[in-house]
């Protein structure tokens, strides 16, 4: 049940990302907004609800006005969401609606990271993390200017301090406002010792650590006070700045894996046969060239090539007797019979119509006749089962070509010189055997013809036919 509800997630997201509208996808950034804002709610009531603990951590008034204005970000949010549900179609103002929400987010967290104070965590992820999921939700230039105003503010706010400016925060601590003006207070200027900070970091202080900083019972009460201050605004950072950390790489891990998937999906469509599922022209085009001349195989003992070209006999006839329909589980159940008839090393392909390619690295010329007299015999035994309990057979021809031993050997030898001194990319690589291989499969096509020509369903050699100088001699010889 929950890997069905982890699939049915991806699905929506999926449906969200590539088909919804633009105003489904702004929909979608509001609600993420709505539960930020909401969780910020939840905070500050949970604050108020603990007020005698906490009040000598943050600055009341302050406190009111963060609470007043994410009050109304709940429910200017909540508004924006039921405004945004109502639409069947797109509106005509979307750009100024896409404004409207990310100006106020953005004035949002202008304010939140004013009356907080300025926290590395919480405004990277906001600075970063924000930004590029609404950049995929919603138009990007309004993004962007979000970007750039929130950058440009955490900037000024960074910089300001060192200029002796403190912008107002509902951040404090017991007794004092700031960090620095706490150890200058209680230990005079300059920075706090190690044996300061082994007081803070320590539950229990030894007799011996107080005594040696000559430090006070009460003294220590304020050190416990201010380092619970400490912790509390650590905790504080951490749960604005988390929930949306979580969210934005929990999408982003969805949309990877999708785009992944997406990714094997194009390659597989690439590389495959749409009707049949066996492999295409251009993938075994570029399979061949990758076995026959890749350098793994150069010093192999077997080094024979050899392509079968088959084509089902009188195949127009069995469209205009039987349909199209017909026709094309004849040739799926014909490319089934071939992958499983082939060894794993040999690739089969749909060459086009209803031809079919296949190749045989480091097979010799004999053994790929064998092979197609078995694959003739397989295909003339099958039967073609219809409704109401017809049936009928089909027949293929076969052509053979092999390129021997010492031919292979060369080419490779030639090949690899070729790659060193001129260090040629993969495509370039390709392109140069790419004459190559088709002269190869126009040799087995000329003995297909051949077959065809003496009555079909046959198997013909085109290494014989070159011998018997019944086609022209072949050039293999890398472009």
């Given at each position: 049940m929950s890997m069905s509800f982890y699939r049915q997630s991806y699905k929506r997201l999926t449906q969200i990302i590539f088909e919804w509208q633009d105003i489904d996808r702004l929909s979608l950034l509001c609600s993420f907004i709505l539960l930020e804002v909401t969780l910020q709610w939840a905070w500050c009531l949970m604050v108020w609800l603990n007020h005698n603990q906490l009040n000598n951590y943050y600055n009341g008034s302050q406190f009111e006005l963060l609470w007043?204005?994410?009050?109304?970000?709940?429910?200017?949010?909540?508004?924006?969401?039921?405004?945004?549900?109502?639409?069947?179609?797109?509106?005509?103002?979307?750009?100024?609606?896409?404004?409207?929400?990310?100006?106020?987010?953005?004035?949002?967290?202008?304010?939140?990271?004013?009356?907080?104070?300025?926290?590395?965590?919480?405004?990277?992820?906001?600075?970063?993390?924000?930004?590029?999921?609404?950049?995929?939700?919603?138009?990007?230039?309004?993004?962007?200017?979000?970007?750039?105003?929130?950058?440009?503010?955490?900037?000024?706010?960074?910089?300001?301090p060192f200029y002796g400016v403190h912008l107002p925060s509902m951040r404090q601590y017991p007794g004092v406002s700031t960090y620095h003006e706490y150890y200058s207070q209680l230990f005079g200027q300059g920075s706090p010792s190690n044996l300061v900070n082994q007081v803070l970091l320590s539950t229990k202080p030894s007799t011996e650590l107080l005594d040696s900083l000559s430090i006070t019972a009460k003294e220590v009460a304020q050190i416990k006070a201010f380092k619970s201050s400490q912790l509390f605004w650590f905790a504080t950072y951490f749960y604005f700045a988390m929930p949306k950390a979580i969210v934005i790489v929990s999408v982003f891990r969805a949309m990877l894996s999708i785009i992944e998937r997406n990714k094997l999906n194009i390659q597989y469509n690439a590389d495959h046969d749409a009707l049949t599922g066996i492999k295409n022209?251009?993938?075994?085009?570029?399979?061949?060239?990758?076995?026959?001349?890749?350098?793994?195989?150069?010093?192999?003992?077997?080094?024979?090539?050899?392509?079968?070209?088959?084509?089902?006999?009188?195949?127009?006839?069995?469209?205009?007797?039987?349909?199209?329909?017909?026709?094309?589980?004849?040739?799926?159940?014909?490319?089934?019979?071939?992958?499983?008839?082939?060894?794993?090393?040999?690739?089969?392909?749909?060459?086009?119509?209803?031809?079919?390619?296949?190749?045989?690295?480091?097979?010799?010329?004999?053994?790929?006749?064998?092979?197609?007299?078995?694959?003739?015999?397989?295909?003339?035994?099958?039967?073609?089962?219809?409704?109401?309990?017809?049936?009928?057979?089909?027949?293929?021809?076969?052509?053979?070509?092999?390129?021997?031993?010492?031919?292979?050997?060369?080419?490779?030898?030639?090949?690899?010189?070729?790659?060193?001194?001129?260090?040629?990319?993969?495509?370039?690589?390709?392109?140069?055997?790419?004459?190559?291989?088709?002269?190869?499969?126009d040799l087995a096509d000329s003995a297909l013809y051949q077959a065809k020509h003496n009555g079909r369903n046959q198997v013909v050699s085109a290494n014989l036919l070159v011998i018997r100088n019944q086609v022209p001699v072949p050039s293999f010889e890398l472009v």
């Open positions: 007043l204005w994410v009050t109304v970000a709940v429910l200017f949010y909540s508004w924006l969401l039921i405004r945004f549900n109502q639409y069947a179609t797109l509106p005509k103002n979307l750009f100024g609606w896409q404004t409207l929400l990310a100006t106020v987010y953005t004035l949002h967290m202008f304010i939140t990271t004013a009356m907080l104070g300025y926290n590395e965590l919480m405004a990277g992820v906001t600075l970063v993390g924000s930004a590029m999921l609404a950049m995929i939700l919603i138009d990007r230039k309004i993004v962007w200017l979000s970007f750039i105003s929130y950058f440009c503010f955490i900037l000024i706010v960074s910089i300001l022209r251009r993938c075994v085009l570029d399979w061949i060239h990758q076995t026959l001349l890749k350098e793994a195989n150069v010093n192999s003992d077997n080094q024979h090539y050899s392509v079968i070209l088959l084509d089902l006999d009188s195949f127009k006839a069995v469209n205009d007797t039987y349909g199209h329909q017909v026709g094309d589980q004849v040739l799926k159940e014909v490319a089934q019979l071939l992958e499983k008839a082939m060894e794993r090393q040999h690739v089969v392909s749909r060459y086009g119509g209803e031809e079919f390619l296949l190749a045989l690295p480091q097979t010799s010329h004999e053994t790929a006749l064998l092979i197609a007299e078995a694959l003739k015999k397989e295909i003339e035994a099958m039967v073609i089962h219809l409704e109401a309990d017809e049936s009928f057979q089909v027949t293929a021809s076969f052509g053979v070509a092999t390129l021997p031993h010492h031919e292979v050997k060369r080419l490779q030898a030639t090949y690899l010189q070729i790659i060193s001194a001129d260090k040629i990319k993969a495509l370039r690589s390709y392109q140069m055997s790419e004459k190559l291989i088709r002269s190869l499969i």
